[in-house]
């Protein structure tokens, strides 16, 4: 069975996911250089945000954040981080959960529209995004982890 919950970024499985989420993207990101930073804790606490862990059988499997950011041309704006499932809950359509989760926690809080940035190396990523109706968006922040930027209206 597997169940998504509402979790402190920095309780014990958010922490543990994290690391490791954080640890492959460094080991994979081209050319080094990967900047890890961990988010504060009051990033994902209501009404600035919400973090989720997904949980299975076995245990943590998987997470992902949405918060809030300045206004985009559509009105409020959450952007979507850390999205994350571990490799033993890939090809489960886990992400794609977590992703369907997130949104809908966005709308409920009132976003307009939804944003992320990811790496183009991202592949599997960028295709569940794609498939989940975002499209290319002028870069809004300066993430130096970021070469792709996309935003869904809700």
């Known amino acids: 069975m597997v169940t998504l919950s509402p979790s402190p970024v920095d309780s014990p499985d958010a922490r543990a996911l994290l690391e490791e989420y954080f640890a492959l993207r460094a080991a994979i990101f081209p050319g080094g250089g990967y900047r890890t930073v961990f ?46 499932v571990r490799e033993s ?28 940035d990811t790496h183009h190396t991202l592949q599997a990523a960028g295709g569940l995004y794609t498939r989940s109706g975002f499209m290319r968006i002028p870069a809004y922040n300066d993430n130096a982890n970021a070469t792709v930027w996309l935003g869904k209206r809700l």
């Open 39 to 84: 988010p504060s804790p009051e990033t994902f606490v209501e009404p600035s945000g919400v973090f989720v862990v997904l949980t299975d059988d076995d245990g943590p499997v998987g997470c992902g954040g949405i918060r809030r950011i300045a206004d985009g041309p559509d009105g409020p704006r959450d952007e979507v981080k850390h999205l994350y």
């Open 89 to 116: 809950g890939r090809g489960r359509g886990w992400g794609r959960l977590v992703l369907d989760d997130l949104e809908r926690r966005a709308r409920e809080r009132g976003a307009a529209e939804l944003v992320l």
